[in-house]
């Protein structure tokens, strides 16, 4: 169902990850996911994935045997071993024994039913594929890394663990160890058997020919065995021996004009490969991912050659995981290696030569996006920090991809193209950068200086705006825009990105006087012709500025959610009137189209408010995320959605086309081929980017009731292990690096997004762990009564002096001699120096001099043992309270204690201090305390910028408060901020209390209206009214009350509506909506609501028609009358009311709201009418029964005309008020009226006709009163038809009805021939068909076929041109107000009994209608039996 894509990369740090099967499948291990990739030597492609494991793939392998050459196995961090088959990528067998995590798997190519795993416990345990058994060993307690089975014995097993230790083991013995290879000091990563059996190859070249471990001459000869480890070694071991035969060491080659240097530890991972039939030649990896093939029999130091010398860039540039070899049909064989750098390589191994090489990804997609100038130039902005550029027209590689990845270090969230220059393309990143990337040159990228502070979301290339327009007149020249998470849009000079960018919000302030606060922005789009913008906003709102000086046109309040997306129709190729379609698509699932074109073209005034879409496209289950216009098509949109689809859509007719569901997890992006109008590409959060054809899709519509993914599985947690002695599992690698490295260098989106991108490349090793011996702790003595209550003994702050006074007893005597003869003596003794040296302790007791240097000493001293504090308080001791202060402040040691006695040394001393003292309180995150002491030293506005950086909002309002005037501006800033914050939390009411208290009441309202419900809603009415916002608390009255009035909650709609006395006309409307409601209820045509809120007036009170209830409602309740003036006059409230907008006409609008838009069209109607204005009366009176019957609901048609002409007459309008419509004023409008009248009345009649003429029981079943109500019936059809049916038997209308019957016929033919056409061109028509002739002779319809006539393309062509011809010669006010189909009409009247009084004046206007105008075959047959 797709045609090409890239997968995901494969998992790294696995021993094996990757296997191809003996017919030339590839199984690569990517994340949780399987991708099967059909290789051969010249091409490969991805045919499907394997899906089902809920963690990492930690390893793969095919079965080797023939018969089962599709069965494969996968392991699991998750401890599960699943079985597949890759025919048919379903799952045949899970197993579940081990309780840890698996690191290594393999099918034993010895024997077909055989898979043996192993667990970073240790636990070995063997599936048996046939029978479903298990068995469970136990060899060896260490970490397992690989293992691998004999090909030459089912019984042997090797087995490679962390330590280094290869233990090779029988499993027919219970998993007893036969030999124990030591030899390697450090982790093994691959293990291969030698495909031939013996070990005579390579003992000329043996280190060791004596056997050893008691290995007898009758025993088998053996297998050698290799294994590649991280100590850098290759080895060979003699399995017979159990010894070692060679030992290869990597080469250290020259890469990138350095050379390795064998004292530095690189990072490696050694794989081993064995190629079959090569007994004598081994395949590694080496350092920087080069790949060297050993000739084991040769002689001499270089015994290896490297792959891909052939031309430069083939090796892979990052260490190789994994290698796997098959022979192909026609006998070369190739080689699959996968690597860090995220390629799969294939390479020959006669000549060592890279054969192609298949880009993957380490990321999610998150956008994808065609060159306008380069066609087939697709850019992927990746999460693996990488942008991909890839010609996917290029006729030699398939797969032409390049990569860039300087400058970028982050996610690659946005892209886009440059409209006219080539190869320019610019880019946005997690972290907020943006930058320009010429993506062919060899030069890094141009960076902007100005840095978002959040995600990069939206870039887009369009005319400058002021001020960078300033100047540019007649120059056409772009500006970078970007839209990132923080809400803000910026103007970039690409000519100068080191310059500063420019907010457009400013802009968009002083042009339209904007004084409230704009909401945050999350996308933008510039119409292709550059002179409008549409700007998508957190709210849901959209608002639509023309260029340059973004002057509001429209506010689109469709949407309730955040904007994700917006496109506009592209320019070329289509009608003039779909230039001005605008989609858009938001965090819920409908996709809305916009018609802007009498914006665009007739300018408001001032900004219109725009609620109804032009088109609704419903179908996603969840968020909409990215869409794209067909260049090649009118009107056809493509959207990708949470749910995990795409979706095509027919714009127009508002209908599904095509849905595609070949990823594993949400959508991101999608975009249009433009070079094959069937061909889109998607990409997502599996990691891969897909291209898939339209026509070839099995589903049309997204899948019903789920949404596909956006349920995340949630992350196991793993536990801790502590146990003493034992080697624990490896720490987790983010892309190869520690854990705690990589959260600095891959920042994430989401919390979502960060868990599954770090779980995709988790690998199951990392370096060795250093572990320290425990020391030796000796028994404690005995003791008969322990001093439990024994002090420690306080550290001295005198240590060395101290140390002085322990000596024996004769230096300290001499001490005193010493001591004295300094004191008293004018000569002291030589090199005494008291207070230094030996002599130390003996500056306690000589002069201050003495004393200082003895404290000098004891300073060094403790800073040799790290006791600073002891430090500070010798230097607080010797009056250097500065040098003490500085001491404490540079460790940060400050404490309260120090903090009290700092004034003593001067105000900027204890001022330094305490700002010291601050910044370790805030290191130590004490932030209430930092602050307080900032307003010790009078620093206010410092401490609040303290407490508002650290997102206590509320500490810092109230010390503003207190300290600070009412109208400080900063008080209004801290409200501000943090109602954003708690916006963004959700915390609506509390944000909103924070706006009022800024005095900011209209954001309060916009806040609270964002909860969407009513009682939300209706709080920011009434707030918005209080707070004098008047037009706004009137929008949101009135969305609360349509919401209401959606309900059927009547009464509080009036309520909410009531408090706003400009929305008199909109109360109105709902009164005439309720009463319409109440009546088809109390019919019996509407089923009620669940919970049903009317007024006790709603009902019509016996004989009154619905007008003549309304009028005398509206004088009661809402005292509206004729003699009504001001804001009650009646001109002004249809003013008020012909402002609301009602959408188009279709059939797919729910009837509940069909009946709110037809009352809007009848209250206009009634205010004509006490404005005694018959036109617009019927003009509004016919407008609101077309919506009623164009919805396709005949009996509510057919109630609402009873309701409002039980007389059947349009011209009496109301007997009570004795109206009689003047119809000259409007006679279209009248007539169309008239004949809908008339249409439901003949049916009427032919109902009755029916029942008498078939008796009570054609439709009166079980009644007690049958016979009554059919003698009734009689009587009624005795009577005769009871109106008029002239006006059902017109016939300008029924040519015209001809005439566009024809029309539809003719585009079905056309259509049907040139589908037709394409199957036979794509080579996918039937073998039953017609082989040889023009596409026009299978297009044929039944009637021609029958009648033996051909049509061609060109008659059909020329037939639609004659008829589109007569269609506009019809007068228009036939084609705007259409009447019943005049050909059914005539029908029925034949029908009817001649009872029923129908004069053969009309019986033969019927006829003379019917063969005229009736040609089609069902009514040529139904009419049979009435024209002969």
């Known amino acids: 169902m797709r045609e090409r894509s890239l997968p995901a990369s494969p998992n790294w740090y696995s021993s094996r990850c990757s296997d191809v099967s003996s017919s ?842 790290g006791h600073y504090d002891s430090v500070v308080y010798l230097r607080l001791w010797s009056g250097d309270l500065q040098g003490a202060l500085q001491l404490a402040t540079e460790r940060g040691e400050l404490s309260d204690h120090l903090l009290s006695i700092a004034p003593m040394a001067g105000f900027e001393v204890w001022s330094r201090t305490v700002e010291a003292f601050v910044k370790q309180l805030c290191m130590q995150e004490q932030f209430l305390k930092a602050a307080s002491h900032l307003l010790s030293i009078n620093k206010l506005y410092e401490a609040v910028d303290l407490l508002r950086s650290n997102k206590l909002y509320r500490e810092a309002i109230a010390l503003v408060k207190a300290r600070l005037p009412a109208d400080q501006p900063l008080l209004k800033d801290l409200y501000t901020c943090w109602a954003a914050v708690l916006e963004k939390d959700g915390h609506l009411s509390a944000a909103a209390k924070c706006y009022l208290g800024a005095g900011c009441s209209f954001d309060a309202a916009k806040v609270i209206a964002r909860k969407n419900d009513a009682p939300s809603l209706r709080t920011a009415a009434d707030l918005a009214r209080i707070s004098g916002e008047e037009v706004l608390g009137q929008t949101l009255a009135l969305r609360c009350a349509k919401d209401l009035a959606a309900a059927q909650d009547w009464v509080g709609a009036q309520e909410v509506l009531s408090s706003q006395t400009p929305l008199l006309a909109h109360r109105l409307h709902l009164c005439v909506a309720e009463l319409l409601a109440v009546a088809l209820a109390d019919s019996g045509i509407l089923a009620p609501a669940s919970c049903v809120a009317t007024h006790p007036w709603a009902t019509l009170n016996g004989s009154n028609t619905l007008q003549d209830r309304a009028r005398d409602i509206w004088g009661e309740e809402f005292n509206v009358c004729l003699n009504s003036a001001g804001d009650r006059s009646i001109s002004a409230l249809l003013e008020e009311l012909k402002s609301v907008e009602t959408p188009a006409r279709s059939a797919s609008i729910p009837l509940r709201q069909v009946l709110l838009y037809s009352s809007v069209h009848l209250t206009r109607s009634l205010l004509s009418w006490l404005l005694s204005d018959d036109g617009r009366l019927l003009t509004e009176l016919w407008q609101a029964a077309a919506w009623i019957g164009d919805s396709g609901h005949f009996e509510v048609s057919a109630a609402f005309c009873r309701l409002l002409f039980p007389e059947g007459d349009v011209r009496i309008f109301s007997r009570k008020h004795s109206k009689t419509l003047h119809l000259s004023e409007a006679e279209a409008e009248a007539g169309s009226l008239q004949a809908v009248v008339c249409y439901h009345r003949l049916y009427e009649c032919w109902w009755r006709d029916s029942v008498v003429q078939n008796g009570p029981s054609f439709c009166i079943d079980d009644e007690p009163n049958g016979q009554a109500a059919t003698a009734e019936l009689k009587e009624l059809c005795s009577r005769g038809l009871d109106f008029e049916p002239s006006a059902l038997l017109s016939e300008p209308h029924a040519a015209c009805q001809a005439t566009q019957r024809s029309v539809r016929e003719t585009q079905e033919r056309l259509s049907t021939m040139i589908l037709q056409h394409s199957r036979v061109q794509d080579g996918r028509t039937d073998s039953g068909n017609q082989q040889e002739g023009s596409p026009s002779q299978t297009a044929t319809s039944d009637v021609e076929q029958g009648s033996g006539e051909e049509e061609t393309f060109l008659s059909l062509s020329s037939k639609m041109s004659k008829l589109q011809q007569t269609l506009e010669n019809i007068p228009s006010t036939i084609k705007m107000f259409p009447r019943p189909d005049v050909v059914e009409c005539c029908l029925v009247l034949l029908h009817l009994d001649k009872s029923s009084s129908v004069s053969d004046v009309l019986r033969q206007q019927a006829k003379d209608l019917l063969r005229k105008y009736g040609t089609s075959l069902p009514v040529l047959n139904a009419s049979r039996g009435f024209l002969t």
């Open 24 to 865: 030339g499948l590839l199984g690569v291990g990517a994340k949780n996911v399987i991708y099967l990739i059909e290789v051969s030597a010249a091409s490969c492609r991805v045919t499907g994935e394997l899906v089902g494991h809920r963690d990492l793939v930690s390893g793969f392998s095919f079965c080797q045997h023939p018969e089962q050459s599709h069965i494969c196995v996968s392991s699991s961090t998750d401890g599960s071993v699943r079985f597949w088959d890759s025919n048919n990528k379903t799952l045949i067998r899970k197993n579940a024994p081990h309780q840890s995590p698996i690191s290594a798997v393999h099918w034993s190519p010895a024997d077909k039913n055989l898979v043996v795993s192993g667990d970073e416990k240790g636990v070995v345990v063997c599936h048996w594929f046939h029978t479903g058994d298990t068995a469970i060993f136990f060899p060896e307690p260490r970490t397992i890394f690989c293992l691998t089975c004999s090909p030459h014995s089912w019984k042997s097993v090797a087995v490679g663990y962390k330590d280094g230790m290869i233990v090779l083991i029988d499993i027919s013995k219970k998993g007893e160890v036969i030999h124990r290879l030591r030899g390697h000091d450090n982790e093994i990563h691959s293990l291969a058997w030698s495909p031939l059996i013996g070990e005579d190859a390579l003992y000329a070249r043996s280190e060791d020919h004596d056997a050893t471990n008691g290995v007898s001459a009758e025993e088998e000869s053996g297998c050698f065995l290799a294994s590649g480890s991280k100590d850098q070694t290759v080895r060979i071991w003699s399995t017979a021996k159990g010894k070692g035969v060679m030992t290869l060491k990597l080469p250290f080659l020259k890469r990138r004009g350095s050379a390795v240097d064998p004292g530095v530890k690189e990072r490696i991972w050694l794989n081993v490969h064995w190629p079959k039939g090569r007994a004598t030649q081994l395949v590694s990896s080496c350092f920087s991912g080069e790949l060297a093939m050993w000739d084991l029999a040769k002689t001499g130091k270089q015994k290896w050659s490297l792959f891909g010398t052939s031309s430069e860039g083939q090796n892979h540039s990052r260490i190789v995981f994994n290698m796997s070899s098959v022979q192909l049909q026609d006998g070369r064989e190739i080689l699959i290696s996968t690597s860090m750098d995220r390629e799969i390589k294939c390479w020959d191994l006669d000549s060592l030569s890279c054969c192609w090489t298949l880009p993957t990804l380490g990321g999610h997609v998150y956008t994808l996006t065609f060159s306008p100038v380069g066609i087939g130039c697709l850019a992927l902005g990746v999460g693996d920090n990488l942008i991909r550029v890839w010609n996917t027209l290029s006729t030699q590689n398939q797969y032409d991809v390049r990569s860039f990845w300087q400058g970028i270090k982050s996610k690659v969230t946005a892209l886009a193209w440059h409209l006219k220059k080539e190869g320019s393309l610019a880019f946005g990143t997690d972290d907020g950068k943006v930058g320009i990337y010429d993506v062919f040159s060899n030069k890094p990228p141009q960076i902007s200086s100005s840095y978002h502070r959040k995600t990069v979301y939206t870039l887009a290339w369009g005319p400058p705006v002021p001020p960078l327009s300033f100047g540019a007149e007649g120059k056409q020249s772009y500006s970078l825009y970007s839209c990132a998470g923080e809400g803000v849009i910026l103007q970039h000079e690409p000519a100068r990105l080191n310059g500063e960018a420019s907010d457009i919000d400013k802009l968009i302030r002083d042009t339209n006087n904007i004084q409230h606060k704009l909401s945050p922005h999350t996308d933008l789009s510039w119409k292709p012709d550059g002179k409008i913008v549409a700007i998508g906003n957190e709210d849901g709102s959209i608002d639509v500025y023309q260029a340059p000086s973004l002057l509001l046109l429209c506010s689109i309040q469709q949407h309730h959610k955040i904007i994700n997306t917006l496109r506009w129709h592209h320019d070329h190729g289509a009608a003039p009137e779909l230039h001005c379609l605008l989609a858009s698509g938001s965090s819920n699932a409908v996709v809305y189209v916009h018609d802007l074109r009498s914006v665009i073209e007739n300018p408001p005034e001032s900004p219109a408010v725009l609620t109804e879409p032009y088109r609704r496209l419903c179908g996603h289950t969840a968020k909409i995320t990215s869409m794209a216009w067909s260049p090649h098509h009118s009107g056809r949109l493509v959207t990708a959605s949470y749910d995990g689809t795409a979706q095509v859509w027919d714009v127009l007719e508002e209908a599904a086309v095509s849905n595609y569901r070949g990823h594993t997890g949400y959508l991101l992006c999608v975009d249009w081929s433009p070079a094959d109008p069937d061909v889109i590409w998607t990409g997502g959060k599996d990691f891969t980017v897909q291209e898939w054809k339209v026509s070839q899709q099995e589903f049309t519509k997204p899948p019903k009731g789920k949404k596909m993914v956006m349920m995340q599985e949630k992350k196991q947690k793993k536990k801790n292990k502590t146990a003493s002695g034992s080697v624990g599992p490896a720490e987790p690698k983010i892309n190869g690096e520690p854990a705690t490295e990589g959260k600095q260098a891959e920042q994430v989106l989401s919390e979502e997004d960060e868990e599954e991108e770090v779980r995709s490349t988790n690998s199951l090793e990392s370096p060795a762990v250093n572990e320290v011996p425990r020391k030796s702790i000796p028994p404690a003595k005995p003791k008969d009564k322990p001093d439990l209550m024994k002090k420690k003994k306080p550290r001295s702050m005198l240590p060395l002096s101290t140390s002085m006074d322990h000596r024996p007893k004769e230096e300290l005597l001499q001490d005193c001699l010493t001591l004295a003869s300094v004191k008293h003596s004018r000569a002291p003794p030589a090199a005494c120096v008291p207070g230094q040296g030996d002599y130390i302790h003996l500056g306690l007791f000589h002069d201050r001099e003495a004393l200082h240097r003895m404290f000098e000493a004891e300073e060094e001293s403790h800073v040799e043992a």
